[in-house]
Structures are given as structure tokens and as C-alpha cells.
């Protein structure tokens, strides 16, 4: 089975359908295409090859224009939806900051409805941290007024920025992968200003690579690497960490 996001409206009914996954052996895959982005595959690989050390923080900015009838969509129908802007459009960044570092044990948040007459979130800031100290925020908004996506990640050596990321669109702007090593020994010209490398991807093929792998799952009857109900499960209870710390839905 392949189901696109969000997961489901709460955490437990991504348990109840893992439950179902197992007693029936089945695959399931769920569409968090934004792995197969190029920019994202290659800052994986930068990370699993240690280019630059340790992952100290990460900082992303997902942010819609909204629209007209932003209002609405059924998106902000909590009893159909689940949630707002956060669930919608924010997991796919949550989902990569999981991807990239691992589980967050510790949030901070604040969410709310800023503008939008909804009954439920058009803005949501976390700051989160993992068991061993990685810092990570998020903004996931419906108020930017245009399209955005930026994640900024810093390591011991250097730091790695996707921004942008393709769509049909391509309201999101140029996806790009920019990269830069630490420079500060010599304090005179490179302070401040290190030489950033800036990598341009003109092709989207994450639904298509997204696909060939669940094919490949079910005909070779491989276990799901990417966006399988674990992951589901964990970004869904990472999602209601940040409502439940912040008292949005009290």
C-alpha cells in the first residue's frame, strides 16, 4: 500500500495501520517524496561520508503564499486534516531533520493562528533537540506570502544549505545545494566570507524514484528504507509533541 501525507490525523492511527501492516505482511510506504529530491540525496551523502564532522544544528523555514481560498481547503479542517500548516506542509521539513540527525527528545514550541479565520495553526516555531545535544528550529508558516523552502545545516566544518526545492510549479524557486568549508584560520580575507560552492538541480524525479522503490520493495520483498510506517509513526508523534508543548489545541 502506498499512502501520501500526512500519515493519518493522529499518531494513533498510524499504530492501528502498522498493526494491520504486520499481522498481514504487507508494504507500505508512505510519500515522503522530499528524500528523493537531489539536493536532499546529495547533503545524505555528505553527512553519511562525515565531509564536514559532527551536525551541530539545522534551521528550515517551510512557507506557503496561501491564497484566496486558503481558507477553505480541506487542509485546515482539523476533523478531516488533522491539523494545519504544520501537518500539512511542515512534516515533509520535520521528516528531513529526522532523516538527517535523528529522533528529538526535547521541544519547545509555539503555535498559532495568525491571520487566517481557520480553526487551526497558520504558523508553527519548535525548537527542538536530540539525546545527544543536535539543536534544530523550524518555522512552518502560511503567512510568508510567497513560496519558500530553506534548511540550513552546520557542522564542525563547514555548513550545507538546500534552498529551494523544485515543484511543478517552480514557485519554490532554484533548488540548490550550496556548500562551504570552515574558514577562519586566516582571519584577514576569509572570516565571515568563506568560498561556498553552489550546486543547481534542474530535474524533479522524487515521485519517480519514490515509486521505483516501492515497486522494488514489493517484487524483490524488501523492507521500506524510506518513508515506512516507523517513519510515519515517529515524525506523526514528533507533529503532536510540538501542538502538545505549545497548548494550541488545549
Known sequence: MFCEKPPART??????????????????????????????????????????GRLLWMRGVYGKAGGNKFADNWRNDKE????????????H????????????????SMV????????????AFAMMQTQDGLMATIHSCATQWRHKFLLEMSFENGYVNLDGILSSTRSYGDETLV????????ET??????????????????WKLELEEF???I????????????????????????????????
Not at 17 to 24: M, N
Not at 112 to 123: A, G, P, S
Open 112 to 123: 498559532n493562528t495568525n491571520y487566517w479565520d481557520i480553526k487551526v495553526e497558520d504558523n
Open 215 to 217: 515497486v522494488d520493495c
Open 219 to 250: 517484487l524483490e520483498k524488501k523492507a521500506v528504507y524510506n518513508g515506512n510506517s516507523y517513519d510515519a509513526l515517529k515524525v506523526m508523534q514528533l507533529v503532536e509533541a510540538i501542538y502538545e508543548e505549545s497548548g494550541f489545541y488545549k
Open 11 to 52: 499518531s494513533k492511527e498510524v499504530e492501528e495501520v502498522r498493526a494491520v501492516e504486520s499481522e498481514k505482511g504487507l508494504v507500505l510506504k508512505y510519500g515522503f517524496n522530499h528524500r528523493y529530491h537531489y539536493s536532499v540525496i546529495e547533503a545524505k551523502k555528505l553527512i553519511e561520508n562525515n565531509m564536514f
Open 93 to 108: 521539513m520535520l521528516d528531513l531533520m529526522r532523516f538527517f540527525a535523528g529522533d528529538f527528545v526535547n521541544i519547545k
Open 80 to 91: 478531516e486534516s488533522g491539523g494545519g500548516i504544520l501537518l500539512d506542509q511542515g512534516i
Open 189 to 206: 580575507f576569509a572570516m565571515g566570507k568563506p568560498r561556498e560552492e553552489k550546486i543547481y538541480f534542474d530535474t524533479d524525479e522524487s
Open 179 to 186: 556548500i562551504a568549508k570552515r574558514q577562519f584560520e586566516n
